[in-house]
């Protein structure tokens, strides 16, 4: 029985103003018997059933909607469409003049002006068969568009395999904005005998390939993969090109293997003119109780060292379960290199290898409610530069240490007992000392009260000590022992206040704070020192009750720190936008206690703090110390910053940092539009996606040394933002040692959505420049609801 309906899938109710009424009323009875009963209003939940990906298993049961202005057809046959024609099903949507669709079969043919939308996914052409469940099927002369990164192109045919694969034909793809106009060619462009489309694992697969920029062909390709959108995917990555002063023109063709979603590893081979072939690689994984990151470089017969050069590093963190116990946790860090001059030669290596002090580490913790046990083995690898030696720090091989801590005993006191054992190693002919073991117990008790508006902590310490030197010190001795008590007082009120500055109101706080320790003196000075440095003056470390970091020197102090701290605190969200702070100690003894080297302290005032952090606008910050000696009436250390940012891709940094007789420098970082200086600030095209194409981007940072009158590190460089493709010119000088420096040249192309060309230039951008900004970076996967039609 053959059925023809005009209109039929555009059917309209009408209803008379009396059932107009009473479905209003109808819809309105449960709004309003909640507002009699004061019920509230039910809230929007998240639903599961607009699901970005459609079960394979379930397709089969979806509906099928057949609609246009000319419906025919046999039930449960076949269904002929004429005329605005359509067909949908899940996530997929045929539109065409013409629709002919075998029920039986599950086979839709289209013709005239087709368009087929799956999963966001567009492709459109004169004509379609297709196996609408399985999408298997041909499109002839198709034109597509992909929802993750909005690349387009043309081809003679498209095969489709499943919803997940499909071969493209003859075909062409970018990511380049069509303009009109028939003479417009896209910026670049991907010429391919075919292209193979893997949306289950995000990946195109090209044979016969041309990469054409700007009319030019620039990049024959035989075979190819790249991605369709962020997704990982094993295979050839773009090479990189470099060139600098120390290792010459620099080629590497990295290979990146996906072995899993928890586990991957890159190899990145190396061709440097100057030095030969590096072996580089990197393995990454993360499990449920562990993860790490292994890195490797290999480089046989360095043509300028005249040696094989080679370096490692290792970091693992995890933990070791076992049945009904607490776990074990484990921590490893390894950095080993060939040779002192290897963080000078590869200073663009890993940045755990390109430091002069090379931690190896190995950690196991325990803990067990209030108790904790931990074991350490740390051994140092120093690499030694003739123009600045320096003094090797102590192995320790290995170190134990054991804590009890408890903070609710009777009468509100608060315990932490700490007992460790050390073996200190190095080379006594660097270091001239002996090696030693050290145990220690430091015991502490303390008895806080604090409430709303002040608060008082005293506090009482044991230090006690025990050495054994291998070897016996300058007085004879091979043993020694020190016991230091140490008694604290600290107390501060906090005062606040409403107030109005410039305008604005403010919550201000004036909190005062007094801090008070002495510690009688113990003679240490003649004793080794394998792990006590001076603690950095700051506002964080003067309210501490050791000058000392480490264990062995415990100062001697009878001295009180006075400070004041003055924070502006936003009414509205409790932000600080402001703070004040001001502390000096007032020493009543003499400091004896002190590290080799260096005199007693006398000075009976220490130098003033001042610290000011200022966040008065979103766009505007300020921080500042500066350490100020009152007897000379100068700063002895300062350090001013700022920053001015006022929206995306614009970001002005600038610090100055003084340290009286040694170092004084200025740091000036910055991103910016060029385009802005003539009026063209652009249009915001989304997070991530830049403000248009034509626009220029300045980038750089320069540290200036003002001490020795020359420029120490300095990245300068343009960005330019085509829309679909982004150029970046990067020149880059960095200092690797007291008189040495290494000099590149980057050069990358970015062809949006598709594959960059040229050198790691956006790495040498995100590790110099503070807040820079990717012009490219996605935020969230796009929906196929955005595309939904």
């Not at 240490?524 to 020192?529: G, V």
Request: glycine share 8%; hydrophobic share 35%; aromatic share 12%.
């Amino acid at each position: 029985m053959h059925r023809s309906t005009p209109k039929a899938s555009r059917v309209f109710f009408a209803l008379t103003p009396v059932a107009l009424a009473a479905a209003l009323l109808a819809a309105l009875s449960p709004i309003l018997a909640r507002a009699q009963t004061g019920e509230p209003e039910p809230r929007l939940k998240a639903s599961p059933r607009l699901r970005e990906d459609i079960p394979s298993g379930g397709r089969h049961e979806l509906p099928t909607f057949v609609s246009g202005e000319h419906v025919s057809g046999r039930t449960d046959l076949e269904t002929d469409v004429e005329g605005h024609a359509e067909l949908r099903r899940g996530d997929t949507v045929i539109r065409a003049d013409r629709l002919e669709y075998q029920q039986p079969t599950d086979m839709a043919r289209a013709r005239g002006n087709v368009h087929i939308n799956k999963a966001g996914n567009i492709f459109e052409g004169p004509y379609l068969e297709l196996q609408v469940d399985s999408f298997t099927g041909f499109f002839n002369e198709p034109r597509y568009r992909f929802l993750r990164n909005e690349a387009y192109g043309e081809a003679d045919r498209v095969d489709f395999t499943d919803e997940r694969h499909a071969v493209v034909h003859n075909a062409t793809y970018t990511t380049c904005k069509r303009l009109p106009g028939p003479s417009w060619m896209p910026d670049w462009i991907l010429k391919a005998a075919s292209i193979a489309l893997d949306t289950e694992q995000d990946v195109g697969y090209a044979k016969g390939a041309e990469l054409d920029f700007m009319g030019l062909p620039i990049l024959p390709i035989p075979s190819m993969s790249f991605p369709l959108s962020d997704t990982r995917k094993s295979g050839v990555l773009p090479p990189t090109f470099g060139l600098g002063s120390v290792n010459g023109a620099e080629i590497t063709l990295p290979y990146y293997w996906n072995i899993a979603p928890n586990r991957d590893a890159t190899f990145y081979p190396t061709l440097m003119s100057k030095r030969g072939v590096d072996l580089g690689g990197e393995f990454r994984y993360l499990e449920r109780d562990y993860k790490g990151i292994v890195r490797a470089d290999y480089l046989p017969d360095d043509k300028l060292r005249d040696r094989d050069r080679w370096g490692y590093s290792v970091q693992h963190e995890g933990a070791v379960k076992f049945p009904g116990l607490p776990a074990l946790g484990l921590a490893v860090n390894l950095n080993r290199v060939s040779d002192d001059n290897y963080w000078r030669d590869f200073s663009h290596s890993s940045a755990a290898l390109t430091q002069r002090l090379l931690a190896n580490d190995g950690l196991l913790t325990w803990s067990l409610g209030d108790f904790s046990l931990q074991g350490r083995v740390l051994k140092w690898q120093t690499l030694q530069d003739p123009a600045a030696p320096i003094t090797p720090p102590y192995d320790r091989a290995p170190q134990f240490v054991a804590t009890y801590q408890h903070s609710d005993f009777p009468g509100g006191l608060d315990v932490v007992v700490q007992a460790d054992h050390t073996r200190f190693e190095s080379e006594p002919a660097l270091t001239l000392q002996p090696d030693a073991r050290r145990a220690f117990v430091l015991a502490q008790v303390s008895r806080p009260w604090q409430a709303p508006g002040w608060f008082f902590i005293p506090k009482a310490q044991l230090h006690v000590t025990q050495y054994e030197f291998d070897a016996p010190l300058a007085g004879g001795q091979t043993t020694a022992h020190r016991t230091v008590p140490t008694f604290s007082l600290d107390g501060g009120l906090v005062f606040e206040r409403d107030a109005t500055f410039f305008g604005r109101t403010f919550r201000q706080t004036l909190e005062p704070r007094a801090f008070y320790v002495y510690t009688p003196f113990r003679d240490q000075n003649w004793l080794p020192n394998y792990d006590s440095a001076r603690n950095d003056f700051n506002f964080a470390t003067i309210y501490t009750e050791n000058a000392f970091g480490g264990n062995d020197r415990i100062a001697d102090n009878n001295l009180l720190t006075l400070g004041v701290n003055s924070r502006l605190l936003d009414e509205a969200t409790g932000a600080e936008i402001a703070r004040f702070g001001i502390a000096q100690r007032l020493r009543f003894e003499d400091q004896k206690v002190v590290l080799p080297g260096e005199t007693p302290v006398s000075e009976r005032f220490s130098d003033m703090l001042f610290g000011a952090t200022l966040n008065w606008s979103p766009q505007w910050n300020f921080t500042g110390t500066v350490q100020y000696n009152p007897k000379t009436g100068r700063s002895e250390r300062s350090t001013l910053g700022g920053s001015f940012h006022p929206g995306n891709y614009r970001v002005v940094s600038a610090a100055y940092r003084l340290e009286r007789g040694q170092s004084e420098q200025i740091d000036v970082g910055w991103q910016w539009p060029l385009n802005d200086l003539w009026g063209d600030r652009g249009t915001h095209q989304g997070p991530g996606r830049g403000e248009g194409p034509g626009r220029w981007y300045s980038v750089g940072r320069l540290n200036f040394s003002m001490k020795d009158h020359r420029m120490v590190d300095s990245v300068v460089g343009l960005e330019y933002d085509g829309g679909c493709w982004i150029g970046r010119v990067v020149f880059e000088r960095l200092q690797s040692g007291t008189t040495n420096s290494n000099t590149r040249v980057l050069f990358q192309l970015e062809f949006v959505g598709f594959s960059k060309l040229g050198s790691n230039a956006l790495q040498a951008l995100r590790e110099n420049i503070p807040r820079y900004q990717f012009l490219r970076e996605e935020t969230k996967t796009p929906s196929r609801f955005t595309n939904y039609d």
